[in-house]
């Protein structure tokens, strides 16, 4: 017999259930006033599980104020929570009030919210922390009890995750015996997230509660004719095969690695849709109309299928999916197992999957995953120090809802875990910046927006502040972005401003799922009508997800232990029997460098295995050695697994050009160059509250009079190049963009590990990556200048010489 | 700095987005929008009070480089009309030494045309418009004018992509008689040259945008 009071017993009987195990183990940690985290495979209840114990308080002790908090990374949070806690709500006749708030509540609702809250609330922490911006936000959450938080591993390492532990700290303030709760999936060390969680660093103060696992997930290869391509990234060779899956099975996602690669299978896919089967296409640009639309065409079962990227990780359970297909490599096994979690919601059967590998490295990586998750193996999550914009925003919030004392609110600050090492010095920075900007030059002390009064304590100068910090506040920051429409004004989704500007009228893109034709840009709209003409592909800016390290590791492995090959499939073995044939497969821990010429030529492989991002950042800086050299470099084309460099003159020492001295010299210079800091400084510019947000369709007529951050950015280097944000830029791009961790790794071991063979011609482990070449667009080291030259000669021609330059005097 | 013909006068274009007129040893420059950071600071925007200081400085350096006797500013050289009163001390300075030593002209412009006690402040004398030498000098072209005209007010910028990469670079419009200076402040954001509203300015004529760099002037036509 269980321990849940007797109506919530009948409840469970009267579906024929009994709590699971760990559903019962929540409630013992919260009877025992614990915190608790939750880690559990998808399906196991766990939604159901984090609201238990509130729901057996709220029957045992009925209270009107609030009492459970839920905090979730998505705004659409109804299926689930439909499912999962309205429906035994019903069910039970229980008198509890659940509401959501979120960016798209109405002013109405929020403002009764606020005056008479729900016994739970659903939110996301930008709308927890913007409640916490008001006065009466103490009286609102003294009587909370419980804060639950779901997907806690999509965005406790991050920034949003900073400002909810910050939040938390908060809540915690006002509500003492509030109880902490996190819902997981499986996570490679749960120990960090206790961490995270408490706060304060007290493991013991939180449970350890682990659902059991799930049937073992059934995934497979798929390897149209048994044979894996040479190159390519994406799998879109198996249309067909694909497409028979759908048909075969009742519902299947089809996940993407990139939104734009999302554009193409869809069409892939159509092409080959004979029986005209309902399949949809679901990204992040899309209009949230759209996607709004499919996703209610997949709950109600009227698709297919649903061809899909990350916008699809979280969230958005569908009992009816029985078939996911992963195109391309699967990057890493915690995300791909999330995918898979989004098939077959029972935990007694097993979810089906598909891998699609787009060439002979995907084939191994694809291969590595199944084994990885196989052994139950998880992608490492890399928790890191707070960032210092968040912390900005989140103390003007503060202040917005009530004075406060530099100590009191620094002690309150570090009792968040990402901040709990905050050093004195640096908040007094960021409490200056808020203040007046931080700038060494004091010229704003008569701005001030928050000014410390006699008395000690800080207040808002200005009620307007707050009311501009309210607009402002959040912390997800888009590029600026152009709207898709056709000549009727429906809209269809967004584009990134900077990918606008490379189209002209009569361009085409897909987008959307329709080959589209440019009309031309007006204000924030882009005019488009749909055309038949085949159509050039979006770009869409941010940095790719890389392999992650285990899997990559796993991967070095097979290339040095042939008594793996025999279950790969034969072109892949005879791959690496030529290889080995012709060159050499390093041991795991070992750097092979080869460099042969082709074509009058000198190509440089590294087969480096740190990813896309480590790799595109190593090949700018190694470039740059070689000019530096006398090498002559034409370009570099980077892959997860490899660089390669292409020069008139041959590497003949490579350990020279991946000395760990890079890091100190080049590095600092490129990225200080680079678009990387700029848009980084971007974010933590409106995140920190230094300018205002856009707010789509409120810019004004005319660019002139919105300033640039790029303009701000590079006063701010010359003239206070050590300014706080510039820091947190910097960290940033450090962190996300560049992922120097793993550069850094490489080069500081790439001397010692390095082995170099010289060949007469290209290997087989080279072709991959040397067919990428003239595919990626790379414009190494070309200053603007030249490109200005190169783009006048360009339309001078087509111009037919109507625009000759200007000879100088 | 890469000299051309314009209404039949020779000018040379500078690098910095600035107009020299060799004849007279003149500058032109065209919106400053000086204290531009402090303005949005005082709504709580705190942008780099550095701004002033920069703008400045570069003005300072071409006065030099160039030793030009003449200094013309087209209008918007403060953001705001208080602009001239919230100058630090060593902007202040520095900036009434360059009008002292210079014959300095003030073009009043939208955004400053209430400063009316710019030259009290800042030294140089105000005006509305002039005319010099055959060619008017004021901050926004009219399109009806059909002498040859100097202005500035858009803050031109050329957008184009080639290879993947995207470049913007401050710019001069062009047309048979009206020369449209790029913004010179620090903070300034860009216009694309071929914005309707330019267009509209120049009464939708022929235009070509121009960029200096160091030893060539670029040339490209703007589409109609």
Redesign the interface.
């Given at each position: 017999m269980s321990d849940l009071t007797p109506i919530l017993d009948q409840w469970f009987a009267g579906r024929g259930w009994t709590p699971r195990r760990h559903q019962l183990a929540m409630l013992d940690a919260a009877r025992a006033g614990m915190s608790a985290l939750l880690v559990a495979p998808t399906g196991a209840g766990k939604t159901l599980a984090g609201f238990l114990p509130s729901l057996v308080e709220l029957v045992e002790q009925p209270t009107d104020g609030l009492h459970t908090l839920y905090v979730s990374p998505l705004k659409a949070l109804a299926v689930d929570i439909q499912r999962n806690l309205m429906t035994p709500i019903e069910e039970m006749g229980l008198p509890i009030r659940v509401e959501t708030r979120t960016g798209d509540t109405s002013s109405d609702k929020k403002a009764r919210q606020r005056i008479k809250p729900p016994q739970m609330l659903l939110t996301t922490p930008e709308s927890l922390s913007l409640l916490l911006s008001y006065p009466d936000s103490a009286e609102m959450f003294a009587s909370l009890r419980t804060i639950v938080i779901d997907e806690v591993h999509a965005f406790a390492p991050s920034k949003r995750g900073d400002l909810l532990s910050l939040c938390m700290a908060r809540l915690q303030r006002l509500a003492p015996d509030m109880r902490r709760v996190a819902l997981s999936a499986t996570v490679a060390d749960p120990t960090l997230y206790r961490g995270w969680l408490s706060g304060d660093g007290d493991l013991d103060s939180v449970a350890l509660v682990e659902g059991d696992a799930g049937a073992d997930p059934d995934i497979a290869i798929l390897l149209p004719l048994g044979r894996v391509p040479w190159a390519g990234h994406s799998g879109r060779y198996a249309a067909e095969q694909v497409m028979q899956q759908i048909t075969a099975h009742t519902t299947s996602i089809i996940f993407c690695n990139t939104r734009s690669l999302a554009e193409l299978i869809f069409q892939d896919l159509w092409a080959v849709n004979e029986q005209h089967l309902p399949i949809g296409i679901h990204h992040g640009s899309l209009d949230r109309e759209a996607r709004e639309r499919a996703e209610g065409a997949m709950a109600d079962g009227r698709l297919r299928a649903l061809v899909a990227t990350a916008s699809l990780d979280l969230g958005v359970d569908w009992g009816n999916v029985d078939l996911v297909v992963q195109m391309g490599a699967p990057k890493g096994s915690s995300r791909l197992l999330q995918r898979i979690g989004r098939a077959n919601h029972r935990l007694d059967e097993p979810s089906k999957a598909l891998i699609v590998p787009g060439n002979r490295f995907e084939y191994l990586e694809a291969q590595a995953a199944l084994d990885a998750v196989e052994a139950g193996e998880r992608d490492p999550d890399i928790f890191r120090p707070g960032a210092l914009d968040v912390l900005a925003q989140h103390i003007m919030a503060l202040a917005a809802a009530a004075p406060f004392t530099r100590d009191a609110m620094l002690a309150e600050i570090r009792e968040a875990a990402p901040y709990s090492t905050l050093p004195e010095e640096t908040f007094d920075r960021v409490l200056g910046f808020v203040a007046t900007g931080g700038y060494a030059l004091r010229a704003y002390d008569k701005y001030q927006r928050i000014v410390e009064g006699p008395d000690g304590l800080w207040r808002v100068a200005h009620p307007r502040f707050i009311a501009q910090h309210r607009l402002n506040a959040g912390i997800i920051v888009e590029a600026a972005m152009l709207t898709v429409r056709f000549r009727n004004g429906r809209s269809l989704g967004r584009v990134e401003e900077g990918f606008a500007a490379s189209l002209s009228p009569k361009d085409t893109f897909f987008f959307s799922g329709l080959s589209l034709e440019v009309e031309g840009v007006k204000g924030e709209d882009l005019f488009v009508r749909a055309t038949s003409r085949p159509a050039r592909i979006p770009t869409y800016g941010g940095s790719r997800m890389p392999i992650s390290t285990n899997l990559a590791d796993r991967v070095r492995h097979f290339l040095h232990e042939p008594e793996q090959w025999p279950r790969f499939p034969p072109d892949v073995r005879e791959w690496l029997e030529a290889q080995r044939d012709r060159s050499i497969l390093p041991a795991p821990d070992r750097l092979l460098v080869e460099t042969f010429p082709r074509e009058g030529r000198h190509y440089m492989v590294v087969y480096s295995f740190e990813g896309w991002n480590a790799h595109q950042s190593l090949g700018m800086l190694v470039t740059r050695r070689m000019e530096t050299a006398g090498l002559q470099p034409i370009g570099f084309v980077a892959s997860d697994y490899a660089i390669a460099t292409y020069s008139l003159k041959p590497v003949t020492d490579p350990a020279a050009l991946f000395s760990p001295d890079i890091l100190d010299n080049e590095f600092v210079e490129w990225v200080q160059e680079s678009s990387l800091l700029k848009r980084a400084f971007r974010e933590v510019a409106v995140i920190g509250g230094l300018v205002e947000r856009q707010h789509p369709g409120k810019r004004k007529t005319g660019r002139q009079v919105s300033f640039s951050t790029d303009l701000i950015y590079d006063v701010l280097r010359r003239y206070e190049p050590e300014h706080l944000l510039l820091e947190a830029a910097w960290e940033d791009a450090k962190a996300r963009m560049t992922d120097v961790g793993r550069l850094g790794r490489l080069l500081d071991t790439a001397a010692d590990r390095i082995e170099h063979v010289d060949l007469e011609r290209v290997s087989p482990l080279a072709v991959p990556v040397l067919v990428l070449i003239g595919r990626e667009k790379v414009a190494a080291g070309t200053a603007d200048d030249a490109l200005l030259i190169e783009a006048e000669a360009l339309v001078a021609e087509a111009m037919g010489g109507a625009a000759a330059p200007a000879s100088p005097n | 700095m890469?000299?051309?013909s314009f209404a039949g006068v020779e000018l040379a274009a500078l690098v910095p987005g600035a107009l020299g007129w060799p004849a007279r040893r003149a500058l032109l420059v065209a919106d400053l929008h000086l204290e531009?950071a402090?303005f949005?600071?005082?709504g709580?925007?705190?942008?780099?009070?550095?701004?002033t200081?920069?703008t400045l400085r570069d003005l300072a350096a071409l006065i030099e480089s160039t030793d030009a006797r003449e200094v013309w500013c087209l209008g918007d050289s403060f953001h705001d009309a208080k602009g001239c009163e919230r100058l630090?001390d060593d902007a202040r300075a520095l900036l009434r030494g360059l009008t002292a030593r210079t014959q300095w002209t003030w073009i009043s412009g939208n955004h400053d045309v209430a400063a009316v006690r710019l030259a009290d402040h800042c030294g140089g004398h105000v005006v509305d418009e002039a005319e010099v030498d055959g060619l008017l000098l004021r901050h926004e072209a009219d399109p009806c004018e059909t002498r040859p005209e100097l202005s500035g007010h858009?803050?031109p910028k050329l957008?184009?992509?080639?290879?993947?990469?995207?470049?913007a670079?401050r710019c001069f419009v062009a047309t048979a008689t009206k020369l449209i200076l790029p913004?010179f402040g620090?903070?300034?954001?860009?216009?694309?040259a071929g914005?309707p509203?330019i267009r509209a300015a120049i009464a939708g004529r022929p235009a070509?945008a121009l960029?200096p760099?160091a030893?060539?002037?670029?040339?490209?036509?703007i589409a109609a």
């Open positions: - | 890469v000299r051309f531009k402090s949005y600071a005082a709580g925007q705190m942008l780099p009070p550095y701004d200081a920069a630090a858009f803050h957008r184009l992509s080639l290879r993947g990469r995207n470049v670079r913004a620090a903070l300034t954001g860009g216009l694309d914005h509203v070509e960029i760099l030893d060539r002037l670029l040339r490209f036509p």
